[in-house]
Every structure is written in structure tokens, then in C-alpha cells.
């Protein structure tokens, strides 16, 4: 790990021993992919309370850490606002792209680790930010390059919430990582393999370096800078041997 990432990880512990010693519960910032799997990798005898990871909704991608104190009896809730955005006159809205709205709200002067995922359908967006700074995005945030856009809170989100998907099938020789990641990327085998091997790879929130790696039904598949698979599983195998497979490929 490089110097960074390793304050991280002390950080990250140190989380988890006030949570102990003072048996209260502690949240991390939002942490992206890299710095889960950090987290997921830690050594156990480098953390003294248990965790949990959440985002705001189940398949969230940029996640709180949650260290908890073996003598937790009460319910405890994340430090999570949910803002959804909207044009003022849809009539007049340009199409905003995901970078937009990012670009707009760091633009406030709120750092990347206080905001969670973003998700953009019909029009609009829900943005999952640290409690403490929802306010102020409400306050300051009233334009997304030329649109003028109002912000509201969200009482309530589905956690079984699913983006958008293009279901994708086809046959492979094996559920191995590489031949299910080529169905979604028609890259060649050498790019798909740099892909793996070059840290870019996560499954279900952990980091997979291995090429062979074998998928269950109902991983979920990160590429960094590139978008997020689900995999469906096996549907048939053919008179070959290989299997016809099916992915969710989001949006």
C-alpha cells in the first residue's frame, strides 16, 4: 500500500478502537471501491469492533463503514441525507450527465469522501451526501451548467432500488471472471486481463486480482471507470459444454 492508503487504514482503526473503548458507534467517510477493499483487508487484530458497510441503498458502490461496539442493543442509523435534484423548467433542461452533477456540487467546495453515490434517471438525480452537509448543498446548489435545478430531501428510498440495466446473454467456456467480464466488454483477451490484473476489478466490494476466479449467481462486478455488472448465473449448458450465461450490465 502506498503512504495514503495506509493512513487510511490507521484511520480506519482507530475508528473501530473508539467504537470499542468508548462503545459507541463511529462512521467513516463515503469510501470508493479502492478504499473498501482496504477496509475488507485489514488485519483483524488491527480492528477491535466489528463493521458494517452501507451506502444508502443495497448495491450502492460508495459505502460508510459502520464500526460497532460488542455491546450494541440499539438501533443506529447511517449519516446519510438523500437530495434528490431537478430542473426548475424540464422544458428548458439540458441533458446533465453524472460528471455534471459531481462537478457541480465539488464546485461548493465539498470534498469527493462526503458524498456517496449518484443516481441519474428521468431527469434528474439523487444524490446520497454526508447528513451534516445537506443543507448547505440545498442552499447553495441552484445551477448545473446552464439549468436552473431546485433540491429536496428524500424521507424515504427503497434500499432494493436497481439502476438501469441492459440483461445481456450469451455462451462462455467457463463462469470464470475474464470470460463473463468479455461478454460485458468486447475488449480483446489481453485488455480484459489488464483490466484484472491492473487493481481495476472488484467483486462484490472486494478487489480480485485473479483472471480464473470463479462467479456465483448474484455477484455483483465493479470496473473502475467503466461501469457495473451483475451476474445472473447459468441459464443452460450446451451440447459443447459451454454454458449460455446471463448478465445485468447497468446503465
Given amino acids: 500500500m502506498n503512504k495514503e492508503e495506509l493512513l487510511l487504514q490507521k484511520r480506519l482503526a482507530e475508528l473501530s478502537r473508539i467504537a470499542y473503548t468508548r462503545e459507541i458507534v463511529t462512521f467513516s467517510e463515503f469510501l470508493n471501491l479502492n478504499e473498501l477493499n482496504i477496509l475488507h483487508t485489514t488485519p483483524k487484530d488491527m480492528l477491535l469492533s466489528h463493521y458494517k458497510t452501507y451506502g444508502g441503498y443495497g448495491l450502492s458502490e460508495r459505502q460508510m463503514a459502520a464500526f460497532l461496539p460488542d455491546a450494541l442493543y440499539y438501533d443506529y442509523q447511517y449519516p446519510i441525507q438523500i437530495i434528490e435534484i431537478s430542473p426548475v423548467n424540464r422544458k428548458f433542461a439540458e441533458e446533465l450527465s453524472h460528471r ?94 489488464g483490466l484484472i490484473e491492473g487493481a481495476r476489478v472488484f467483486v462484490n466490494g472486494k478487489l480480485v486480482t485473479s483472471n480464473g476466479y470463479r462467479l456465483k449467481e448474484g455477484d455483483i462486478l465493479s470496473v473502475r471507470k467503466m461501469g457495473r455488472i451483475g451476474y445472473n448465473g447459468i441459464l443452460s449448458e450446451t451440447k459443447k459444454g459451454r454454458y449460455m450465461v446471463s448478465i445485468r450490465k447497468y446503465i
Fill in 100 to 193: 455534471d452533477y459531481l462537478g457541480a456540487v465539488m464546485n461548493l467546495g465539498i470534498e469527493r469522501c462526503k458524498l456517496g453515490d449518484i443516481l441519474i434517471e428521468d431527469g434528474k438525480a439523487i444524490l446520497f451526501a454526508k447528513e451534516e452537509l445537506a443543507g448547505y448543498i440545498m442552499e447553495h446548489l441552484t445551477r448545473i451548467r446552464h439549468t436552473t435545478v431546485k433540491t429536496s430531501i428524500l424521507s424515504a428510498f427503497e434500499d432494493s432500488y436497481e439502476p438501469r440495466y441492459e440483461e445481456l446473454k450469451g455462451t462462455v467456456a467457463s463462469v470464470r471472471l475474464d470470460t463473463v467480464l468479455s461478454l460485458a466488454y468486447p475488449l480483446s483477451r489481453s485488455k480484459i486481463t
